[in-house]
T-cell receptor
Framework: AQKITQTQPGMFVQEKEAVTLDCTYD???????LFWYKQPSSGEMIFLIY??????QNATEGRYSLNFQKARKSANLVISASQLGDSAMYFC????????????FGKGTMLLVSP | GAVVSQHPSRVICKSGTSVKIECRSL??????MFWYRQFPKQSLMLMAT?????????EQGVEKDKFLINHASLTLSTLTVTSAHPEDSSFYIC???????????????FGPGTRLTVL
């Protein structure tokens, strides 16, 4: 079974609107971390946001927020007020305690922001 | 700004030659670095975990004699693709483990990647 599932291969959003990128995960570890990275066409992976499994509140970083629903094992990324520069590939990743800091990545979602 | 650099950003070589890619952590020490490979329109595939002062840990199916990893200092890890062949053409990207600013966990910060083309 896939550990990280991103069901949306591609998403379109208009500038200034909000968009949600889906991510579900599968683990039996009680302690884990969830990460989102952005990969523009240049190739660099840019860290966006982190959510720990024991964190009581949803993580937020500027226009990025993580909708963490532990019981559903989902960690959706919400981007508010989309900008043209947000067009990129977005990857959800998980680190399990048993994984010694290694990350398991989802297949990614390509986000296109239109004017 | 960038916290991890990678060099070269792009390399084209002939089949049979070896290519060395450098990954450096900027302004911090990284005892652990990671090497990934990414094919077009696909996700990252972990190749190996590089630990300073010890042998790298390779993922299943990754040939350690083919992809030599050296982590000789706390700021530098190198990946050498030996006797490269066209099927080794790919995007190689490294990351370094660093404590999140203001946080109590480590996260991986990635370099800009190296595009290798083997003719």
């Amino acid at each position: 079974a896939q550990k990280i599932t991103q069901t949306q291969p591609g998403m379109f959003v208009q500038e200034k609107e909000a968009v949600t990128l889906d991510c579900t995960y599968d683990t039996s570890d009680p302690s884990y971390g969830l990460f989102w990275y952005k990969q523009p066409s240049s190739g660099e992976m840019i860290f966006l946001i982190y959510q720990g499994s024991y964190d009581q509140q949803n993580a937020t970083e500027g226009r990025y927020s993580l909708n963490f629903q532990k019981a559903r094992k989902s960690a959706n990324l919400v981007i508010s007020a989309s900008q043209l520069g947000d067009s990129a590939m977005y990857f959800c990743a998980m680190r399990e305690r048993s994984g010694y800091s290694t990350l398991t990545f989802g297949k990614g979602t390509m986000l296109l922001v239109s004017p | 700004g960038a916290v991890v650099s990678q060099h070269p950003s792009r390399v084209i070589c002939k089949s049979g030659t070896s290519v060395k890619i450098e990954c450096r952590s900027l302004d911090f020490q990284a005892t652990t670095m990671f090497w990934y490979r990414q094919f077009p329109k696909q996700s990252l595939m972990l190749m190996a975990t590089s630990n300073e002062g010890s042998k790298a840990t390779y993922e299943q199916g990754v040939e350690k004699d083919k992809f030599l990893i050296n982590h000789a200092s706390l700021t530098l890890s190198t990946l050498t693709v030996t006797s490269a062949h066209p099927e080794d053409s790919s995007f190689y990207i490294c990351s370094a483990l660093r404590r999140l600013t203001g946080g109590n966990t480590d996260t991986q910060y990635f370099g800009p990647g190296t595009r290798l083309t083997v003719l």
